[in-house]
């Protein structure tokens, strides 16, 4: 079935390591997401790529990084320099030549800073 | 910039009852999208309904209802009959088609209680 697969979905990290949370997915979308969700609160955008090779800075990048390879991947890099990166990260797709097109998310990857 | 404010960080409602989620938006683009979003527990994303700036109709969705009122920029989720399984967390979002062109802006959700 097609969809998005982010994991892990859980992950521990040491004060001070970089982690990579994977999201793949196989919609055929061109527009990928990444957001941040801490707890009771909504979504914050940290990056987003309408295109490969191509991404944007969303509203909360510092201390994050992502890369676009491939159309169908778009990994994110929580960094050392991120102060607060305990939360659910959430990466979502979407048509790019559907302006009225819906988000499509992946189950989530729950990061816990030790 | 655009921005979603929604003012009830939590409602009930007694099962089989209808239930009305607010939000309201703000946002410079001529032209948009509004959305809602429920999330169980399980933390997932679910798309419940869309509605376009300039769609003549309100929109819906089985159950779901949207309640677009332009002039003043509110776009209210309608549960009717609502039923256990509706207990999650509801988010309203937006997407300009200009200048906020692929950014979608998420409120901060209502989370919904379903009473037996």
């Known amino acids: 079935d097609g969809g998005i697969t982010q994991s892990p979905k859980y992950l521990f990290r040491k004060e001070g390591q970089n982690v990579t949370l994977s999201c793949e997915q196989n919609l055929n979308h061109d527009a990928m997401y990444w957001y941040r969700q801490d707890p009771g609160q909504g979504l914050r955008l940290i990056y987003y790529?309408?295109?490969?090779?191509?991404?944007q800075k969303g509203d909360i990048a510092e201390g994050y990084s992502v890369s676009r390879e491939k159309k169908e991947s778009f990994p994110l890099t929580v960094t050392s320099a991120q102060k607060n990166p305990t939360a659910f990260y959430l990466c979502?797709?979407?048509?790019?030549?559907?302006?009225?097109?819906?988000?499509?998310f992946g189950e989530g990857s729950r990061l816990t800073v030790l | 910039a655009q921005k979603i404010t929604q003012t009830q960080p939590g409602m009930f409602v007694q099962e089989k009852e209808a239930v009305t989620l607010d939000c309201t938006y703000d946002?410079?683009?001529?032209?948009?999208?509004l959305f809602w979003y429920k999330q169980p527990s399980s933390g997932e994303m679910i798309f419940l309904i869309y509605?376009?700036?300039?769609?003549?109709q309100n929109a819906t969705e089985g159950r779901y209802s949207l309640n677009f009122q332009k002039a003043r920029k509110s776009a209210n989720l309608v549960i009717s009959a609502s039923q256990l399984g509706d207990s999650a967390m509801y988010f309203c979002a937006m997407r300009g088609f200009r200048t906020n062109a692929g950014k979608s802006t998420f409120g901060d959700g209502t989370t919904l209680t379903v009473k037996p």
């Open positions: 509605q376009g700036s300039y769609d003549q």
């Open positions: 979502a797709s979407s048509a790019r030549d559907r302006d009225t097109g819906e988000l499509f």
């Open positions: 946002t410079s683009d001529p032209s948009y999208g």
């Open positions: 790529s309408q295109i490969v090779n191509d991404f």
